[in-house]
């Protein structure tokens, strides 16, 4: 079984900053639930979400999913009032997809 395309670092977040301005992130159903709870818990908008992301950076190497369908990447960045967020975004085929976390 051949695994997910697997973006650089660099790719990763230029893939998703061009998502962004074209208003284009999909968000995995499974996660919403999660993600929903996690923003509601630490008081964060989506336009705060993707001020972070669009400003942010990546890090770490990404880490494969324990099934193998998806690489996560962890973005890093700072919401317009300096507060620090990340979020983890997931790829599956060229496209990705974001669950909030911490």
């Not at 993707?50 to 973005?75: F, K, M």
């Not at 300096?82 to 060229?94: A, C, D, E, Q, Y």
Request: with cysteine.
């Amino acid at each position: 079984m051949s695994g997910p395309p697997r973006f650089s670092r660099d790719d990763a977040l230029r893939h998703l900053k061009r998502l962004l301005a074209n208003g284009r992130i999909v968000r995995a159903k499974q996660r919403v639930k999660h993600r929903d709870e996690r923003q509601k818990q630490r008081s964060i908008t989506d336009l705060e979400w993707s001020h972070a992301a669009r400003c942010g950076s990546i890090r770490a190497e990404p880490e494969l999913s324990n099934d193998g369908s998806e690489w996560r990447y962890c973005v890093e960045g700072k919401d317009q009032d300096g507060r620090f967020l990340h979020s983890i975004l997931m790829t599956r085929r060229p496209q990705l997809r974001r669950s909030l976390s911490r």
